[in-house]
């Protein structure tokens, strides 16, 4: 998994919609688990899980920005003081290994999780691989997503339900309009 597919993949831990969110209940410790390939049995810190709550909704609004839509910039502000919060450690890597960012040795499962985000978010914004990641464009849904359209045009996290709701709600207004 690249790592603009991880950083969707920590977005879309919490669906709008519903509100159902995995770090937010005893499912968060399977996924800290999974996201930092770390199996080891601890306990799961609340403070730094509302830390890794409050960064990830603030990838999703740079993530809505991404798509041309209006940023929350509160939501963006409390993301922002998580990342000048976080202890990043250069990992040296080896050969073949490019060196990464990473959590200090001795941190637990959610602050391992919440540098390997940081770290994660910093790499694909150096790299330009963080324009692609987008929000879609339906307020009601946000799930983020990867555009891999050749102009980044792609505007919905899927045409056949949120694109079409879309388009369809335009033109019953263009309709009411011209009545």
């Not at 597919?5 to 999974?34: F, K, M, S, Y």
């Not at 073949?96 to 540098?115: I, K, M, Q, V």
């Not at 994660?120 to 849904?141: F, I, M, N, Q």
């Amino acid at each position: 998994m690249t790592v603009v597919e991880r950083l969707v993949d920590l977005i879309n831990t919490r669906h709008c919609p519903d509100g159902d969110d995995v770090l937010a209940d005893q499912r968060a410790a399977a996924w800290l688990q999974e996201w930092t390939d770390d199996r080891r049995q601890e306990a799961v810190d609340a403070a730094t899980m509302a830390r890794l709550r409050d960064l990830r909704e603030g990838l999703r609004q740079l993530a809505v920005a991404n798509n041309g839509q209006r940023c929350d910039e509160e939501i963006a502000d409390r993301a922002a003081a998580v990342l000048r919060s976080v202890p990043l450690v250069v990992e040296f890597g080896g050969p073949g290994t490019p060196p990464r960012l990473g959590a200090y040795s001795a941190a637990g499962l959610a602050e391992r999780a919440l540098a390997d985000a940081a770290g994660s978010y910093l790499t694909a914004a150096a790299s330009g691989e963080w324009s692609r990641v987008k929000a879609c464009a339906a307020p009601d849904c946000r799930w983020a997503y990867l555009d891999s359209s050749r102009n980044r045009s792609r505007r919905w996290c899927d045409m056949a339900e949120c694109g079409n709701r879309a388009k369809n709600r335009a033109w019953r207004q263009r309709q009411a309009a011209g009545e």
